[in-house]
Protein backbone atom coordinates (compact mmCIF):
# COMPACT_ATOMS: atom_id res chain seq x y z
CA UNK A 1 0.00 0.00 0.00
CA UNK A 2 3.15 2.41 0.52
CA UNK A 3 4.70 1.41 -2.86
CA UNK A 4 1.21 2.36 -4.30
CA UNK A 5 0.99 5.77 -2.68
CA UNK A 6 4.17 6.29 -3.27
CA UNK A 7 4.03 5.60 -7.03
CA UNK A 8 0.80 7.71 -7.71
CA UNK A 9 2.32 10.58 -5.49
CA UNK A 10 5.70 10.24 -8.57
CA UNK A 11 2.91 10.35 -11.22
CA UNK A 12 1.45 13.09 -9.96
CA UNK A 13 4.79 14.97 -9.51
CA UNK A 14 6.14 14.19 -12.63
CA UNK A 15 3.04 15.21 -14.72
CA UNK A 16 2.60 19.09 -12.48
CA UNK A 17 0.09 18.17 -10.53
CA UNK A 18 2.21 18.38 -7.18
CA UNK A 19 4.66 21.14 -6.88
CA UNK A 20 7.12 20.26 -3.63
CA UNK A 21 10.47 19.91 -3.93
CA UNK A 22 10.52 16.34 -2.67
CA UNK A 23 11.24 13.43 -5.42
CA UNK A 24 10.28 10.18 -4.16
CA UNK A 25 11.09 8.10 -7.00
CA UNK A 26 10.88 8.25 -10.46
CA UNK A 27 8.06 7.79 -13.26
CA UNK A 28 9.50 4.38 -14.50
CA UNK A 29 9.96 2.93 -11.05
CA UNK A 30 6.68 4.71 -10.41
CA UNK A 31 5.00 2.78 -13.37
CA UNK A 32 6.94 -0.41 -12.71
CA UNK A 33 5.88 -0.39 -9.19
CA UNK A 34 2.19 0.01 -9.98
CA UNK A 35 2.08 -3.27 -12.34
CA UNK A 36 4.22 -5.35 -9.70
CA UNK A 37 1.73 -4.78 -7.18
CA UNK A 38 -1.82 -5.08 -9.98
CA UNK A 39 -0.03 -8.34 -10.79
CA UNK A 40 0.24 -9.60 -7.31
CA UNK A 41 -3.12 -8.20 -6.83
CA UNK A 42 -4.42 -10.43 -10.16
CA UNK A 43 -2.53 -13.49 -9.04
CA UNK A 44 -3.94 -13.72 -5.68
CA UNK A 45 -7.15 -12.95 -6.24
CA UNK A 46 -7.16 -15.87 -8.97
CA UNK A 47 -5.60 -18.10 -6.37
CA UNK A 48 -8.53 -17.16 -3.88
CA UNK A 49 -11.15 -18.07 -6.62
CA UNK A 50 -9.62 -21.11 -7.47
CA UNK A 51 -9.69 -21.83 -3.68
CA UNK A 52 -13.76 -21.33 -3.56
CA UNK A 53 -15.71 -23.72 -1.63
CA UNK A 54 -19.07 -24.04 -3.13
CA UNK A 55 -21.49 -25.75 -1.01
CA UNK A 56 -24.92 -27.59 -2.08
CA UNK A 57 -27.43 -29.67 -0.31
CA UNK A 58 -29.39 -32.52 -0.69
CA UNK A 59 -33.10 -33.24 0.88
CA UNK A 60 -33.44 -37.10 0.61
CA UNK A 61 -36.25 -39.12 1.19
CA UNK A 62 -34.61 -42.38 2.30
CA UNK A 63 -36.15 -45.67 3.70
CA UNK A 64 -32.67 -46.81 6.27
CA UNK A 65 -31.19 -44.67 8.34
CA UNK A 66 -26.77 -44.39 8.17
CA UNK A 67 -26.69 -42.74 11.70
CA UNK A 68 -28.18 -45.47 12.76
CA UNK A 69 -31.54 -44.37 14.11
CA UNK A 70 -34.50 -45.92 15.82
CA UNK A 71 -36.16 -48.26 13.03
CA UNK A 72 -39.04 -46.29 10.93
CA UNK A 73 -41.67 -47.70 8.94
CA UNK A 74 -42.41 -44.30 7.39
CA UNK A 75 -38.52 -43.71 6.39
CA UNK A 76 -36.29 -40.78 6.90
CA UNK A 77 -35.54 -37.75 5.60
CA UNK A 78 -31.88 -36.81 5.30
CA UNK A 79 -30.01 -33.53 4.37
CA UNK A 80 -26.70 -34.07 2.43
CA UNK A 81 -23.84 -31.43 2.27
CA UNK A 82 -21.53 -31.21 -0.58
CA UNK A 83 -18.56 -29.06 -1.09
CA UNK A 84 -18.84 -28.92 -4.78
CA UNK A 85 -16.19 -26.51 -5.47
CA UNK A 86 -12.18 -26.54 -5.31
CA UNK A 87 -11.35 -25.60 -2.10
CA UNK A 88 -11.98 -26.15 1.70
CA UNK A 89 -14.36 -24.68 3.41
CA UNK A 90 -13.48 -23.88 7.14
CA UNK A 91 -16.83 -23.65 9.46
CA UNK A 92 -16.98 -20.77 11.85
CA UNK A 93 -20.54 -21.29 13.15
CA UNK A 94 -23.69 -22.53 12.89
CA UNK A 95 -27.08 -20.99 13.55
CA UNK A 96 -30.37 -22.74 13.76
CA UNK A 97 -33.70 -21.45 13.17
CA UNK A 98 -36.81 -23.30 15.01
CA UNK A 99 -40.25 -22.28 13.45
CA UNK A 100 -38.57 -18.42 12.59
CA UNK A 101 -36.46 -18.48 16.48
CA UNK A 102 -33.18 -18.32 15.80
CA UNK A 103 -31.57 -20.41 18.52
CA UNK A 104 -28.11 -22.36 19.70
CA UNK A 105 -27.95 -26.14 18.80
CA UNK A 106 -28.46 -26.99 22.69
CA UNK A 107 -31.51 -24.74 22.40
CA UNK A 108 -32.55 -26.92 19.40
CA UNK A 109 -31.78 -30.14 20.81
CA UNK A 110 -33.93 -29.00 24.39
CA UNK A 111 -36.76 -27.71 21.96
CA UNK A 112 -37.27 -30.96 20.15
CA UNK A 113 -37.09 -32.54 23.16
CA UNK A 114 -40.53 -30.94 24.48
CA UNK A 115 -41.67 -31.95 21.20
CA UNK A 116 -41.09 -35.40 21.88
CA UNK A 117 -38.30 -35.62 19.55
CA UNK A 118 -35.42 -37.43 20.81
CA UNK A 119 -31.92 -36.85 20.14
CA UNK A 120 -29.75 -40.10 18.35
CA UNK A 121 -33.45 -42.20 18.57
CA UNK A 122 -35.75 -39.66 16.27
CA UNK A 123 -33.43 -37.77 14.68
CA UNK A 124 -29.00 -37.30 14.73
CA UNK A 125 -28.02 -33.34 13.82
CA UNK A 126 -24.51 -33.17 12.88
CA UNK A 127 -22.53 -30.87 15.59
CA UNK A 128 -20.34 -28.51 13.32
CA UNK A 129 -17.70 -26.54 15.52
CA UNK A 130 -15.88 -23.53 14.65
CA UNK A 131 -12.53 -24.53 12.62
CA UNK A 132 -14.17 -28.02 10.83
CA UNK A 133 -13.23 -28.01 7.17
CA UNK A 134 -15.05 -29.57 4.46
CA UNK A 135 -12.60 -30.39 1.88
CA UNK A 136 -13.79 -30.72 -2.22
CA UNK A 137 -15.51 -33.11 -3.51
CA UNK A 138 -16.94 -34.55 -0.11
CA UNK A 139 -20.26 -34.88 1.92
CA UNK A 140 -21.56 -34.40 4.88
CA UNK A 141 -24.63 -35.51 6.50
CA UNK A 142 -26.01 -32.81 8.57
CA UNK A 143 -29.41 -34.29 9.66
CA UNK A 144 -31.51 -37.30 9.58
CA UNK A 145 -35.17 -37.63 10.96
CA UNK A 146 -37.55 -39.97 10.81
CA UNK A 147 -40.30 -39.06 8.10
CA UNK A 148 -43.11 -39.24 10.84
CA UNK A 149 -41.29 -36.70 13.13
CA UNK A 150 -41.31 -33.96 10.27
CA UNK A 151 -44.54 -32.46 10.98
CA UNK A 152 -43.85 -31.81 14.61
CA UNK A 153 -41.07 -29.96 13.98
CA UNK A 154 -42.51 -27.95 11.25
CA UNK A 155 -39.62 -25.34 9.98
CA UNK A 156 -35.86 -25.72 10.54
CA UNK A 157 -33.23 -24.44 8.51
CA UNK A 158 -29.36 -23.93 9.53
CA UNK A 159 -27.39 -21.30 8.46
CA UNK A 160 -23.50 -22.24 8.24
CA UNK A 161 -20.80 -19.37 8.09
CA UNK A 162 -17.75 -20.39 6.80
CA UNK A 163 -14.42 -19.14 4.64
CA UNK A 164 -12.04 -20.32 2.59
CA UNK A 165 -8.44 -20.53 3.10
CA UNK A 166 -7.61 -17.29 2.07
CA UNK A 167 -9.91 -15.99 4.58
CA UNK A 168 -12.94 -15.13 2.14
CA UNK A 169 -16.28 -15.41 3.93
CA UNK A 170 -19.25 -16.69 3.08
CA UNK A 171 -22.79 -18.02 4.60
CA UNK A 172 -24.95 -20.83 3.46
CA UNK A 173 -28.80 -21.39 4.23
CA UNK A 174 -29.87 -25.25 4.12
CA UNK A 175 -34.00 -25.46 4.37
CA UNK A 176 -34.02 -28.89 6.08
CA UNK A 177 -37.73 -28.97 7.29
CA UNK A 178 -40.39 -27.22 5.40
CA UNK A 179 -43.63 -29.09 5.93
Same mark, same amino acid.
Given at each position: ???????????????????????????????????????????????????????????????????????? &??? =? +?? !??????? %???????? *?????????????????????????? &??? =? +?? !??????? %???????? *????????????????????????????? =??????????
Amino acid at each position: MLFLGMSIFALLQQNGYLQSGVKLLSVDTSISLVTALAGVWLTLKGMSLNAMPYLVYDSLSVKDSVLGLKAS &KSG =Y +RR !IILRNTG %AGMAIFEG *VSYVLREEKMSRTDLVQRLEVLKIRD &KEH =Y +RL !INISGGY %ALKPESDL *VLLEIGERRLINVGKLTLMLNYRNAFGER =YERVIYCIHT
